[in-house]
């Protein structure tokens, strides 16, 4: 039986590690004695989302939206005060714990007489030899699954200013008197509020469309202005262009913006960059392959389009970097390099959208699940768009929160559920069952119509009958 070396360089993230699952998984099958090299330098190690990102963010923003519910609540007098190094101390402890697990699992991987791993950082020294430490290896494969870096704009003047990224934010203590905030996709929906209701910090946000969420009905983007302007007290610049940026005197920040063709400046002591993410390739040694980091460097089978030898998962292909569609694309690469060693065709990965944004400090999330009316147009299928306000069902309004919206997107000719869209109170529950009913194509005539009241899933309800209505007209 023929030999197979796999390396994975990045073994601590979620991506890597469901890569390395799935190759010793499917060793058996795979006609061949596989060998893997672990490799991640990562201190502590643990991976992005654990460390930096969807789990501590989460954990920050639960104490925050506490504190927001009983504040917004007028049958409650005051508000409790939120001690923020409680807040990160208590995040830390968990985040300790989630990480500890992570590495512990790879070390046990490690364990293995067919794994080696390696707390070390990598580096191609060409298209198969890697350099690791003081030593190098060539692996018949190698999975790339070193996660990303933020994306800091390419603005005049902001080599020249301090700024903040979302890690700091979920570490901080203290906070500025205000501060402007650049990039308001997911991570700035997250943090706006928190940075607003934990740290009281006055706000200005730079929005470069009519409205964030664009992706979605416009009414989503819509609802997303009004809670954050009057909720949380959030000053947003719609059809903004940022220009330059320039420190002031007394160390702060001086933006200046292009609204609807009018330039203006915006002084604040503190700026934000929640800019996205950018693949994490810095010193990886890439200039020494075939390799380049650029949009479409990795097709839909995790395989490179410049190495068939080589597969790239997670953050770092640039392709949708959302934690869960990181560990499918582990699992879809480990199979994927089974079947190049075999001579098979490969699989592409093929996911159905499912993405919840805890925006309005998870009060109201934002959830989608399959189409848009946007992808849905952009098809060759004839469909029926239905929306519903949350207000038209009472229990919303019983709730505190009558606020939000959601969508639905059926097939006009057999009535197939194709997508839903939530933001309202508990869009990011309903999230899990509405990706059941998308994924099993499920006819939205004969799903049942009874909600056990007074539960907010109500809205569904009321969504599966007015598109039952439409598609009956």
Same mark, same amino acid.
């Given at each position: 039986?023929?030999?197979?070396?796999?390396?994975?360089?990045?073994?601590?993230?979620?991506?890597?590690?469901?890569?390395?699952?799935?190759?010793?998984?499917?060793?058996?099958?795979?006609?061949?004695?596989?060998?893997?090299?672990?490799?991640?330098?990562?201190?502590?190690?643990?991976?992005?989302?654990?460390?930096?990102?969807?789990?501590?963010?989460?954990?920050?923003?639960?104490?925050?939206?506490?504190?927001?519910?009983?504040?917004?609540?007028?049958?409650?007098?005051?508000?409790?005060?939120?001690?923020?190094?409680?807040?990160?101390?208590?995040?830390?402890?968990?985040?300790?714990?989630?990480?500890?697990?992570?590495?512990?699992?790879?070390?046990?991987?490690?364990?293995?007489?067919?794994?080696?791993?390696?707390?070390?950082?990598?580096?191609?020294?060409?298209?198969?030899?890697?350099?690791?430490?003081?030593?190098?290896? /060539?692996?018949?494969?190698?999975?790339? !699954?070193? &996660?990303?870096?933020?994306?800091?704009? =390419?603005?005049? #003047? @902001? *080599?020249?200013?301090?700024?903040?990224?979302?890690?700091?934010?979920?570490?901080?203590?203290?906070?500025?008197?205000?501060?402007?905030?650049?990039?308001?996709?997911?991570?700035?929906?997250?943090?706006?509020?928190?940075?607003?209701?934990?740290?009281?910090?006055?706000?200005?946000?730079?929005?470069?469309?009519?409205?964030?969420?664009?992706?979605?009905?416009?009414?989503?983007?819509?609802?997303?202005?009004?809670?954050?302007?009057?909720?949380?007290?959030?000053?947003?610049?719609?059809?903004?262009? /940022?220009?330059?940026?320039?420190?002031? !005197?007394? &160390?702060?920040?001086?933006?200046?913006? =292009?609204?609807? #063709? @009018? *330039?203006?400046?915006?002084?604040?002591?503190?700026?934000?960059?929640?800019?996205?993410?950018?693949?994490?390739?810095?010193?990886?040694?890439?200039?020494?392959?075939?390799?380049?980091?650029?949009?479409?460097?990795?097709?839909?089978?995790?395989?490179?389009?410049?190495?068939?030898?080589?597969?790239?998962?997670?953050?770092?292909?640039?392709?949708?970097?959302?934690?869960?569609?990181?560990?499918?694309?582990?699992?879809?690469?480990?199979?994927?390099?089974?079947?190049?060693?075999?001579?098979?065709?490969?699989?592409?990965?093929?996911?159905?959208?499912?993405?919840?944004?805890?925006?309005?400090?998870?009060?109201?999330?934002?959830?989608?699940?399959?189409?848009?009316?946007?992808?849905?147009?952009?098809?060759?299928?004839?469909?029926?768009?239905?929306?519903?306000?949350?207000?038209?069902?009472?229990?919303?309004?019983?709730?505190?929160?009558?606020?939000?919206?959601?969508?639905?997107?059926?097939?006009?000719?057999?009535?197939?559920?194709?997508?839903?869209?939530?933001?309202?109170?508990?869009?990011?529950?309903?999230?899990?069952?509405?990706?059941?009913?998308?994924?099993?194509?499920?006819?939205?005539?004969?799903?049942?119509?009874?909600?056990?009241?007074?539960?907010?899933?109500?809205?569904?309800?009321?969504?599966?009958?007015?598109?039952?209505?439409?598609?009956?007209?």
């Amino acid at each position: 039986m023929d030999e197979l070396h796999v390396a994975i360089i990045g073994a601590y993230g979620s991506a890597g590690v469901a890569a390395a699952d799935e190759l010793l998984e499917r060793a058996d099958e795979s006609g061949h004695e596989i060998y893997l090299t672990l490799i991640d330098g990562g201190e502590p190690g643990g991976g992005l989302c654990i460390l930096e990102g969807c789990m501590p963010s989460k954990d920050v923003l639960s104490a925050a939206q506490h504190r927001y519910q009983a504040r917004h609540d007028d049958r409650l007098m005051g508000a409790p005060a939120v001690d923020p190094e409680r807040v990160v101390a208590t995040k830390d402890d968990h985040i300790h714990g989630f990480a500890e697990h992570r590495r512990s699992h790879v070390h046990d991987l490690a364990e293995r007489d067919d794994v080696v791993f390696f707390d070390e950082h990598a580096r191609f020294v060409d298209d198969r030899t890697i350099a690791v430490g003081d030593r190098t290896i /060539e692996p018949d494969y190698v999975v790339i !699954a070193t &996660g990303s870096s933020l994306n800091v704009p =390419d603005l005049p #003047g @902001i *080599e020249d200013v301090e700024f903040h990224s979302s890690a700091d934010v979920l570490d901080a203590t203290t906070f500025p008197d205000s501060a402007i905030v650049m990039g308001f996709g997911y991570i700035g929906l997250e943090l706006v509020p928190y940075l607003s209701e934990v740290g009281g910090v006055d706000l200005t946000v730079i929005e470069h469309d009519d409205h964030p969420l664009d992706e979605f009905d416009p009414a989503f983007g819509e609802t997303i202005l009004d809670l954050y302007r009057d909720h949380f007290n959030v000053d947003i610049l719609t059809n903004a262009d /940022e220009r330059r940026i320039e420190r002031t !005197a007394d &160390g702060g920040v001086r933006l200046t913006v =292009d609204q609807d #063709g @009018i *330039e203006t400046t915006r002084e604040a002591d503190t700026l934000y960059l929640f800019t996205g993410r950018q693949p994490n390739v810095d010193g990886l040694g890439l200039e020494n392959t075939a390799l380049e980091a650029t949009q479409g460097w990795v097709g839909s089978t995790m395989q490179a389009t410049a190495d068939e030898r080589t597969f790239v998962v997670g953050d770092v292909n640039g392709r949708e970097p959302i934690l869960h569609v990181a560990k499918e694309e582990g699992f879809a690469a480990g199979a994927n390099v089974l079947r190049h060693a075999r001579g098979e065709e490969l699989e592409p990965y093929v996911n159905v959208p499912h993405h919840v944004i805890f925006s309005g400090l998870g009060v109201y999330p934002v959830a989608r699940i399959g189409h848009t009316p946007e992808t849905a147009s952009e098809s060759t299928m004839e469909t029926v768009v239905v929306t519903r306000e949350a207000s038209a069902d009472g229990v919303f309004k019983t709730k505190n929160h009558p606020e939000g919206v959601a969508t639905l997107i059926v097939s006009e000719a057999d009535g197939t559920v194709l997508g839903y869209q939530g933001l309202h109170l508990h869009a990011d529950v309903m999230a899990k069952t509405m990706q059941v009913v998308v994924e099993l194509g499920l006819d939205v005539r004969e799903l049942p119509d009874r909600a056990y009241h007074p539960t907010t899933p109500e809205i569904l309800d009321g969504l599966f009958r007015d598109a039952v209505a439409e598609l009956e007209t």
